[in-house]
C-alpha cells in the first residue's frame, strides 16, 4: 500500500528565508495533494499535481512533482508568519484509491 | 453550497459512553471518507463509504467503531464503549463519484474527548 513520507516533521524558519518541505511516496499515484492545517482547523486544499513535472504556484507557495523520483516539494519563497501551519501532502493509494497523508510538516516562522 | 457538515464540533463523553459523530457530504457528493487525527500526529484513514455501502473499512479499528452511510441522512460514525485513547479529531471528506475531478473536501472536523 502507498507510504507518503514527509521531512522535516518541523521546520522553524525566519521571515524572509526560503525552504523546501519534500514528500517521497512508495508506489505509483495518479496525482498528489498538498494541504494546509492551521491549529484547530479543518484541512485547506492547496493544490493537485496531475503529472509528471507538474509545477504550481500561489503567492509564496510553489508545489512540484517528479513521479519519475516518487517526490513532491512545497517551496516557501520569503516566508511571512500567515504561513505558520502544518502542510499535508496526501496521494491516491490502497485497492480503493483513497487519499493517504503524509506525517505532516509542521512550520513555523520567527519574526 | 454548504461545504461538508459535521456535528458535533466538540464532544466530551465519559469511559464507556457512545460517542456518534454525523457527517453530511457536499451537495452532489457520494462519497464519504472518514479519518482520525491523534494529537500531533498526521491523519489515519478509516473507512470509505457509498450510500448505503462499505467500499473499504481497512483503517477501522476492528472492535468498537462502526460506520454506515444510508440512502438518507448523514454518515455516521459510531465509536461503543469509548476509551481514553479515542481522544482525538475525526475528519470527514467527501467527494463526487468522479473522484479525479476534484479531490476531497473536508468538514471541519469533530474533536473527541474522553474523561
Known amino acids: 500500500e502507498l507510504k507518503v513520507e514527509q521531512n522535516p516533521l518541523f521546520l522553524s524558519m525566519q521571515e524572509g528565508k526560503n525552504y523546501t518541505i519534500y514528500c517521497n511516496y512508495s508506489?505509483?499515484?495518479?496525482?498528489l495533494y498538498w494541504y494546509r492545517q492551521d491549529p484547530g482547523k479543518s484541512l485547506e486544499s492547496l493544490f493537485v499535481l496531475l503529472s509528471n513535472g507538474a509545477v504550481k504556484q500561489e503567492g509564496r507557495l510553489m508545489a512540484s512533482l517528479d513521479t519519475k523520483a516518487r517526490l513532491s516539494t512545497l517551496h516557501i519563497t520569503a516566508a511571512v508568519h500567515d504561513l505558520s501551519a502544518t502542510y499535508f501532502c496526501a496521494g491516491y493509494g490502497g485497492a480503493t484509491n483513497k487519499l493517504i497523508f503524509g506525517t505532516g510538516t509542521l512550520l513555523a516562522v520567527q519574526p | 453550497n454548504a461545504g461538508v457538515m459535521q456535528n458535533p464540533r466538540h464532544l466530551v463523553r465519559r469511559r464507556g459512553q457512545e460517542a456518534r459523530l454525523r457527517c453530511s457530504p457536499m451537495?452532489?457528493?457520494?462519497?464519504v471518507y472518514w479519518y482520525r487525527q491523534l494529537p500531533e500526529e498526521g491523519l489515519k484513514f478509516m473507512v470509505y463509504?457509498?450510500?448505503?455501502?462499505?467500499?473499504?473499512e481497512s483503517g477501522m479499528p476492528k472492535e468498537r467503531f462502526s460506520a454506515e452511510f444510508p440512502k438518507e441522512g448523514p454518515s455516521i460514525l459510531r465509536i461503543q464503549q469509548v476509551v481514553r485513547g479515542d481522544s482525538a479529531a475525526y475528519f470527514c471528506?467527501?467527494?463526487?463519484?468522479?473522484?479525479?475531478?476534484?479531490?476531497?473536501?473536508f468538514g471541519s472536523g469533530t474533536r473527541l474527548t474522553v474523561v
Open positions: 471528506a467527501s467527494s463526487p463519484a468522479d473522484r479525479w475531478s476534484g479531490g476531497y473536501t
Open positions: 451537495k452532489g457528493h457520494s462519497h
Open positions: 463509504l457509498q450510500k448505503e455501502n462499505i467500499i473499504d
Open positions: 508506489t505509483t499515484s495518479d496525482r
